[in-house]
């Protein structure tokens, strides 16, 4: 392979391409050549580097500076200057208190920032997603290879199941144990499902892996579906991500006109084909019954379990559903070995989490770090500290279906075992940080707004509880509540996750009980003071005037 | 076998059984509102919920299957608490108050469960919108306020009928039951079978005829057949004060398992035609009311003359939709008694002369049974149009269809059922058998017969998209479709003049035939020989036992000049307003008396309403007729005469 002496990532994350990325990136070649550099300079259109108010961005390496935003009109000055007579374009470089996630991480080459521990978005942000070259030439297919030449299918099994991975998607399954389901399941004919409906508010993980490295996602299907027997396998892409798809979509011709999806890879009996779905914009389809329901072509609504995906998923066969960052992580796995990955994060729960960090800090953005880390390390660290004049309330988890988390417990490792026994959840690794200006009462009502409307409708309990409570709230919100309102969301949130018939309505009930769990007093001045402590409730009906002047 | 503990009892149910079924079995009520026998399980309700030791919630009951060592409680205060939490949210969410609904009593599940949890007030303040009502469709109303969206209707619709009409839009509270996609249900693809009106647990779906004549536990109820065509389909009519009120479908049916279509249920009462007042009789011209003893006497005395004149005696037809009782009593007067040489239905054979002179040449049956049908993955059908003549046919095609059954469609013209049809093969008027002709090559030629077989497959093959104008191509993909299937079932209907080219191809396809005839008692007709064509030519009398049928206008045209007609009818007609006799008969709700369904089945109707005073019934009519022309007639033995004769279809 060729060497550079530079390199220039574009980021190429939707926002980028809508502020210009791809002008930049096409001027940036057309000048680069222009001085007659285009065997020296590697060009990438990359995936986000970093969610930003300087978007586009462009980094150059080996000296990783940041620069953005950057217009096409700064490019023959940046190209000149930085490229040409190497000095650095100090007027175009980014502040980098505006960056988050992954340029922090780019940061931490120069030592200026705190390292996280990347393996899914290892190559997120670095390589050029539209190249399977490039994804080849950081260490990419390494697992396939492999797996064909030494691992039968059993081997690959066993390697999951010691490696101790567990679901990323919120529930934190043991993978290995589903993967084993399934390959246990009667059946010739099997499916695998990458769950890639990221609908939950505030997680952008699994995109970032889809639009920044596509063929992880590819890679790890093959071998997931070597282990468990499946030739077919389906993701399911959220309907909003356009950009993923896209990429996928060329992934998968790429990657079948080398021979790594298809049929007889590499000559051995295994064949795999891989094919895209874009969801229609419903939360609910990620759940897993439901996006196998829409899969099928019918409405999106939770089947009855049991049975169990794993026995009758997809047109009725056994099915392995799993979430695009559980996945992401295989090919290390197999690259590396269980033991390697089992030294990562907690002993119940190794590896490494993918957090999306929001709210009231200095810093927001997409994290990789390991398990067991805590609230209050992630703030201080990699969120740079709460905003000035900001303390700490609560941190709501994984997005709605997740937990509100009292800053009483930012000491509390997390991973799932030590957030189980404190009954809160990690969910999907959305993090909402939230100061002292924000009121549970209208946090659980926005919160109980999104569920309502998001219930598929199939069950009563979530169908018409969801709604109830969501009166109830706004009713306290409005200074109209009773202490008999707060009974009744006391009850609603009990009868919810008894009664309903899927994550959703079980989950939905999580904010209510929550909030009156740790934030009682608070819930009650709103009733029985008839304030709301933190100013943020209106605490009366509408005005009119100020509905319609 | 697996066996479980509900309540403390133990209980052995088969695997697959879910712990509803189960409950149920034993005597366990458990209370249901989204469940129902006929449909699969749905699991929205969550009325149904139990507890079961060692799960982390409660589970519904509905679709949990029973698994070995299983511990259920059905009435703990959990379960009690949230059966009732459950309600409370169902009386929150619409318009609920019952005094002013139809269903409101026994008919109402969501009342009666309210009950049963003893409720008395609604724990959470009602707050909903009203919904415009629904009022588009003929015979059924949507009121979306009383629905409880459990979606039984939306799964007859698709489980029981494939109709796929009724669905459900949007999401959360805001969901609501929706005909193709937001279309009035008067203006969709509805086929008003009234499927969901019979499964909707609540007043949201109202069959508008008998809206607020009473409730179901005090109307009387009459489990009989429809008369409508010759599938036999079990019906239950609903009625009050003689009144016919309802058609429901009997899930006992071994036809139709409770499934009917718009004719059985609806157009069967649909019928605007005056009834007979009393017997008349025609005097100096004109045909004036007379007493029973003056009409039997005046047919009588045109009748009796004529006995043993044969060709130039009288002429008869009877309708087929008369009892088999009646049909041999009809056939034993006229042939038998006065040995006259026309004696035939009105249906004249159309629709199963063919089809027993097969079977008289084999020397057996060829046909096959509903079961046939119903459990058919590759339906062909040959010039069958299901849709008008026999829909419950069609909804079993349609549900099938849904399930992965392939459809093939062969006929004249176009056919209302291949929009639908993997491949539909249609020609021009007369080359239907041709068709099956070059079907049959086509399933030779590529090697897939069944049997061994002397025919050149690729000559006859040829021959046919000659003769038929259709591709070799389209040939062998749907001979693959009919060949590929392992149980496919070739329906037959009046399109097909001559069945006997469907022999070779069901041999090569191992498929099964089966004829969905004429009228409701077809196939009496045929076996007791009353299916020649009806050509009045010189006969000094007709007598036509037409029961409720309304007779053709070129049946009443053909005999505009009989000498002497005597008319046996319910209703008033054109060919009433021409005899010389009229006898009142009963119509098809009062009729009494056994009938055999196209696949042979021996059934029994029963009448649902009484006689109206002027009419008396066509049996006793014909024995009474027959006893004024010192003919000694009776019914004895008439299940004998059916059996003279090698039927179709084995008969049972």
Redesign the interface.
């Known amino acids: 392979m060729q060497a550079y002496r530079s390199m220039v990532l574009v980021s190429g994350d939707p926002k980028s391409l809508a502020l210009g990325a791809q002008a930049v990136y096409e001027r940036i070649q057309d000048e680069v050549k222009a001085l007659g550099m285009q065997d020296e300079i590697s060009i990438l259109l990359t995936g986000d580097v970093g969610k930003s108010d300087a978007l586009p961005l462009v980094v150059i390496y080996p000296e990783a500076t940041i620069y953005g935003p950057v217009s096409v009109e700064d490019v023959p000055y940046l190209v000149e200057e930085h490229l040409y007579k190497g000095r650095i374009a100090h007027n175009l470089t980014v502040d980098v208190r505006l960056q988050s996630g992954k340029t922090a991480w780019l940061s931490a080459r120069k030592g200026t920032m705190p390292a996280e521990h990347r393996i899914v978005l290892e190559r997120a942000g670095l390589i050029d997603p539209e190249s399977i070259e490039d994804y080849i030439l950081h260490d990419g297919y390494m697992a396939i290879a492999k797996m064909l030449q030494e691992m039968s299918p059993e081997q690959v099994l066993q390697e999951l199941q010691d490696s101790g991975l567990r679901g990323r998607g919120g529930a934190g399954f043991p993978t290995g144990l589903k993967w084993k389901f399934v390959a246990k399941a009667n059946g010739s004919k099997k499916y695998l499902v990458c769950n890639a409906d990221e609908s939950e508010p505030g997680t952008f993980k699994d995109r970032q892996i889809l639009e920044g490295d596509p063929h992880l996602i590819l890679e790890a299907m093959a071998v997931a579906g070597y282990a468990v027997g499946a030739d077919e396998g389906y993701i399911y892409v959220r309907g909003e991500y356009a950009l993923a798809q896209q990429r996928l979509l060329r992934a998968i011709e790429q990657a079948e006109e080398m021979g790594f999806l298809g049929e007889n890879i590499f000559g051995t009996q295994f064949s795999f084909k891989i094919r895209i779905h874009s969801g229609a914009g419903?939360y609910?389809c990620g759940e897993e019954t439901a996006l196998l329901e829409s899969l099928e072509g019918k409405?999106g609504e939770p089947r009855?379990r049991?049975?169990y995906p794993t026995t009758h998923g997809l047109f009725g066969k056994p099915t392995l559903v799993n979430n695009v960052e559980t996945l992401a992580n295989v090919p290390a796995i197999i690259v590396h070995g269980a033991q390697w990955y089992h030294n990562i994060g907690t002993a119940s729960s190794p590896g490494t989490k993918c957090y999306t960090i929001l709210g009231n800090v200095n810093q927001t953005g997409l994290i990789e770090v390991p398990m067991g880390i805590t609230l209050r390390e992630v703030i201080a660290i990699y969120a740079k500290g709460m905003q000035p004049g900001s303390q700490l309330k609560l941190a709501q988890t994984g997005g709605s279906s997740g937990s509100i988390v009292p800053a009483s417990l930012q000491d509390t490792p997390m991973d799932f075992d030590s957030y189980a026994k404190a009954s809160v959840s990690l969910g999907s690794g959305a993090l909402l940080i939230c100061d002292q200006e924000t009121c549970v009462v209208d946090l659980a009502r926005v919160l109980m707004n999104f569920?309502?409307?998001?219930?598929?409708?199939?069950?009563?309990?979530c169908?018409?509880?969801?709604?109830?409570s969501y009166?109830i709230l706004e009713r306290i919100s409005m200074g109209k509540g009773t202490l008999e309102d707060i009974d009744?969301l006391e009850?609603m949130s009990s009868?919810l996750?008894?009664?309903?018939?899927c994550g959703l309505g079980?989950t939905a009930a999580t904010p209510m009980r929550d909030i009156l769990i740790h934030f009682r007093a608070e819930v009650e001045a709103h009733v029985r003071l008839g304030v709301c402590p933190s100013g943020v409730c209106p605490m009366h009906e509408p005005v009119a005037s100020l509905v319609y002047g | 076998m697996v066996v479980l503990t509900i309540d403390g009892k133990q209980l052995e149910v088969p695997e697959g059984t879910t712990v509803l079924r189960a409950a149920q079995q034993a005597g366990i009520h458990v209370p249901t509102l989204c469940d129902h026998p006929e449909l699969t399980p749905y699991g929205g309700c969550r009325l149904c919920l139990v507890e079961v030791e060692g799960a982390r919630t409660l589970q519904p009951s509905c679709t949990l299957p029973a698994s070995s060592g299983m511990v259920v409680h059905t009435s703990t205060d959990k379960v009690r608490t949230a059966r009732k939490f459950v309600l409370t949210l169902l009386f929150s969410e619409r318009n609920h108050f019952c005094p002013f609904c139809e269903v409101s009593g026994e008919d109402c599940d969501l009342q009666q469960a309210a009950y049963g949890e003893d409720m008395d007030h609604w724990p959470l303040q009602p707050n909903w919108e009203p919904q415009p009502v629904d009022a588009s469709h003929p015979f059924i109303l949507m009121d979306q306020n009383r629905c409880i969206l459990c979606r039984r209707c939306v799964r007859a619709c698709a489980e029981l009928t494939g109709a796929f009409t009724l669905g459900f839009e949007e999401r959360g509270a805001r969901s609501a039951l929706v005909a193709d996609y937001g279309l009035p249900l008067g203006e969709s693809t509805c086929l008003s079978c009234g499927m969901c009106v019979q499964v909707c647990p609540t007043g949201a779906l109202v069959d508008k005829r008998s809206a607020y004549l009473g409730q179901k536990s005090v109307l009387e109820h009459n489990q009989t057949i429809c008369l409508e065509c010759s599938m036999g389909c079990g019906i239950d009519v609903l009625s009050r004060n003689d009144q016919v009120v309802r058609i429901e479908g009997n899930w006992e049916a071994p036809v139709n398992d409770g499934v009917l279509c718009v004719n059985g249920r609806y157009l069967s009462l649909d019928d605007n035609r005056d009834r007979l007042q009393s017997p008349l009789v025609r005097k100096d011209g004109q045909l004036v009311p007379a007493s029973w003893d003056e009409a039997l006497d005046a047919a009588a005395a045109g009748l009796k003359p004529l006995i043993g004149k044969n060709g130039s005696g009288v002429a008869a037809a009877a309708s087929t939709r008369l009892t088999a009782e009646s049909l041999y009593l009809f056939k034993e007067l006229f042939a038998g008694k006065m040995g006259s040489a026309l004696v035939t239905s009105t249906e004249q054979g159309a629709a199963t002369a063919a089809a027993a002179r097969l079977a008289e040449s084999l020397g057996k049956p060829f046909e096959a049974k509903f079961d046939a049908l119903k459990n058919a993955d590759c339906i062909v059908l040959v010039g069958a149009e299901l849709n008008e003549q026999n829909p419950v046919a069609g909804l079993i095609t349609r549900r099938l269809r849904a399930t992965g059954a392939k459809l093939v469609i062969i006929d004249q013209g176009d056919n209302s059922l291949s929009e639908l049809a993997d491949s539909a093969l249609l020609v021009k008027e007369g080359s239907l058998s041709d068709l099956i002709a070059g079907l049959t090559a086509a399933v030779v030629k590529q090697g897939l017969s069944r049997l061994e077989t002397a025919l050149d497959g690729r000559k006859a093959l040829s021959a046919a998209t000659v003769k038929t104008g259709i591709s070799a191509d389209a040939f062998l993909t749907t001979a693959r479709m009919i060949a590929g299937a392992s149980q496919p079932v070739i329906v037959f209907g009046q399109n097909l003049a001559e069945p006997a080219v469907l022999l070779d191809l069901a041999a090569a396809t191992s498929a099964g035939i089966v004829s969905l005839k004429g009228g409701a008692n077809s196939l009496a007709a045929s076996q007791l020989g009353l299916d020649q064509p009806f050509t009045v030519n010189g006969q000094q009398a007709v007598y036509l036992a037409l029961g409720d049928e309304d007779p053709t206008e070129s049946l009443v045209k053909s005999l505009a000049a009989a000498p002497f007609l005597v008319v046996q009818a319910s209703h008033k007609s054109a060919l009433t307003e021409k005899a010389d006799v009229v006898l009142p008969v009963e119509a098809w709700v009062e009729r009494q008396g056994s009938f055999f369904s196209a696949d042979g089945r021996l059934q029994q109707a029963v009448s649902s309403v009484s006689l109206p005073e002027a009419a008396r019934d066509s049996q006793a009519v014909l024995v009474e007729l027959a006893a004024r022309m010192d003919i000694p007639l009776d019914a004895g033995g008439w299940q004998e005469a059916f059996n003279r004769r090698i039927s179709p279809v084995t008969i049972y």
């Open positions: 419903a609910i409405r009855s049991p049975p569920f309502r409307n998001e219930s598929c409708g199939k069950c009563n309990p169908r018409i509880a969801t709604q109830r009166e009744k009850d009868n996750f008894e009664m309903s018939n079980q």
